[in-house]
């Protein structure tokens, strides 16, 4: 009996034991829940505070970007003026054909004396005139003083002073994918000054341009799909600095997003001897040359890996009587090596009539040293 009464006390012992440790438990699994819910729910808040407040900085960023490219744009538009080689050219988007028969365009202010960039197409011959409304919609006389036809560019010249002259970027250095802006008079004086946006699409363009003298090359241009019409010839190319780095020119009408700009390094050393010295004398070194992705299309026998191709020597220029033959590949001018026709003009705009040029070259496989003495064009 007694150890009948033991055994049931033990029993009860173990029971008792068994309920008390799954209590235990029960309270430990339900502190640690609460506490894990707090820390997630901690934690919630905090990324949800942290994402609140990443998107309040993204969009203040965004704001403040939009912001300054808005100012970029106000400042300088003031700089565009459009151009006209009639001087009353009234309703003209109500007319057909405004661009070409009134000659609109636009152009860009390069100092504050006076000059103005635009295209050669839109300005004409050097020493015609043309016909300048400036921002505060004053109508100037204009004259050209310098053109070139096969960079289509040209220079204006207005008498005015203390104008507020675009700012000049690097055209070397752009990037495909990078933002572009273009500023023109697309359709008439009724839509002066529209901006529209994209990117770099493209560098190192060749265009074939046809008309009724034949055909031609435009080279190395800038490629945007900033959308370029007629009216915007002449106009700027800006980066979202407001530094300008192309000028608008020329539009393949047959697809639909792509226009292009001439680099504006190509007229730097000009601009800048205008706005110094008011003139600018133009070294001559009476060739034609094309760069080495242009050639396939002149004959697809011609194959060479750097350097531009020869393809006309002017028979009154200065390269004619120094030894240069059609044909030649010029891989340098005075050890700078040079790939593209660009870069060659650009380096002779920095020289003067008189001076002397050292052009390497391959003929037959085999390397050259031609020195020309630059004439005055």
Request: glycine share 8%; aromatic share 8%.
């Amino acid at each position: 009996m007694y150890k009948y009464k033991k055994r049931q006390s033990n029993i009860r012992k173990i029971i008792a034991l068994i309920i008390l440790i799954i209590v235990v438990a029960v309270i430990s699994i339900f502190i640690y829940d609460m506490y894990v819910n707090i820390d997630v729910y901690s934690h919630k808040q905090s990324d949800q505070n942290a994402e609140a407040t990443r998107v309040s900085y993204t969009e203040d960023i965004e704001e403040n970007s939009n912001d300054d490219i808005t100012q970029v744009l106000e400042d300088t538009i003031r700089c565009v003026v459009g151009i006209s080689k009639i001087k009353n050219t009234g309703s003209s988007i109500f007319l057909n054909n405004s661009t070409s028969d009134l000659g609109l365009g636009t152009g860009m202010i390069i100092s504050e004396n006076g000059y103005i960039l635009t295209n050669w197409h839109v300005a004409g011959e050097r020493y015609s005139n043309c016909y300048v409304t400036l921002e505060n919609g004053k109508v100037v006389n204009g004259t050209v003083a310098w053109s070139d036809k096969d960079l289509d560019l040209a220079i204006i010249k207005v008498s005015a002073s203390n104008l507020k002259h675009i700012t000049l970027g690097d055209s070397d250095n752009i990037k495909i994918g990078q933002k572009a802006y273009a500023i023109g008079n697309p359709i008439g004086v009724e839509f002066q000054r529209t901006v529209t946006s994209g990117i770099i699409s493209g560098v190192n363009r060749t265009v074939k341009i046809d008309d009724e003298n034949g055909s031609s090359y435009m080279e190395d241009l800038i490629q945007t799909d900033a959308t370029i019409n007629p009216g915007n010839s002449g106009g700027p190319l800006i980066n979202s600095k407001g530094e300008v780095i192309g000028i608008n020119s020329v539009k393949i009408t047959e697809a639909e997003g792509i226009g292009f700009a001439i680099p504006i390094n190509i007229i730097k050393p000009i601009i800048e001897s205008f706005s110094k010295n008011g003139e600018f004398e133009e070294a001559y070194l009476g060739i034609f040359a094309y760069d080495k992705n242009v050639v396939p299309y002149l004959d697809s026998s011609i194959e060479f890996n750097s350097g531009i191709y020869v393809a006309q020597i002017s028979a009154d220029g200065p390269s004619y009587s120094s030894g240069l033959r059609t044909g030649d590949i010029i891989t340098q001018i005075d050890e700078t090596t040079i790939n593209k026709m660009s870069e060659l003009r650009s380096y002779i705009y920095s020289k003067k009539s008189g001076d002397e040029v050292k052009l390497t070259i391959l003929r037959s496989n085999k390397e050259r040293t031609i020195t020309v003495k630059l004439g005055k064009k």
